[in-house]
């Protein structure tokens, strides 16, 4: 194990701190469960020493469906890894080498709790044609689980998504767990006349990833003038040969 893990997992967990008072914030019914960032971000021993990588969930965030509803009825679980690489010695931001992201949501009905939304979000840096970034949506049912432990509810697991084509990778932003919480509470939690200070509260969520960088550093191609101030997919993707 690296002898700087827990170095690092005490900086996520002042973040991930951070990142739950700008959700509080921003509102209050709000629940996530485990809070403790101990809790949710675990020191994989089994990782190589030149790395650092933390096991990340599964974490369950009770919120609205729609921003200024009053009343938490969506259940979104994330679990999944981030790996870091470099020097873990100073104050610098991490520098991200690898993640995997796994999110379901879902929707409690009757004796049900029912999925309504997975994705799993990842990064290939070599495979061609593959997005370096990317997400694939899929059923996540066995996440659920989650919720029922979590929030004691005694209620079945049912899929409401339908048969998923499993190989359609969309082109992502990066998508770490922190990301996804920016997402949860950009789509659930803030409105078209939600107040300033939810506003703020927003601003001072995102601000909490700032002790990392996403894995861009890792590849030239995504580096160079061009990708560095477009945006469009097609710089998502490796080359077969050196570029």
């Keep these: 194990m690296n002898p ?26 709000a629940v996530v469960r485990p809070e403790n960032g101990y809790d949710v971000f675990r020191v994989d021993r089994d990782a190589p020493d030149d790395v650092v990588k933390l096991n990340v969930g599964p974490v369950v965030f009770n919120v609205p469906e729609r921003a200024n509803r009053g009343r938490s009825d969506l259940y979104v679980v994330v679990e999944g890894w981030l790996v870091f690489e470099g020097d873990f010695a100073g104050a610098a931001p991490l520098k991200t080498q690898s993640y995997g992201t796994n999110v379901a949501y879902f929707k409690r009905r009757g004796p049900d709790l029912e999925q309504v939304y997975g994705a799993h979000y990842d990064m290939d840096e070599a495979r061609f044609a593959h997005p370096v970034f990317h997400a694939q949506i899929g059923a996540k049912l066995d996440l659920g689980q989650a919720v029922k432990d979590q929030f004691h509810l005694d209620l079945n697991l049912v899929s409401r998504m339908g048969t998923i084509l499993a190989n359609v990778r969309l082109p992502s932003a990066q998508m770490d767990v922190f990301a996804a919480m920016i997402q949860i509470c950009a789509d659930h939690l803030v409105g078209q006349h939600s107040a300033t200070e939810v506003h703020a509260a927003f601003t001072g969520l995102r601000g909490a990833s700032d002790f990392l960088t996403g894995a861009a550093h890792r590849l030239a191609y995504l580096n160079a003038p061009e990708p560095a101030n477009c945006y469009q997919s097609r710089h998502w993707y490796a080359s077969p040969i050196a570029v």
């Design 4 to 29: 700087d893990a827990h170095r690092v997992q005490n900086r996520v967990h002042i973040a991930w701190n951070k990142a739950l008072l700008g959700m509080r914030q921003m509102e209050q019914g």
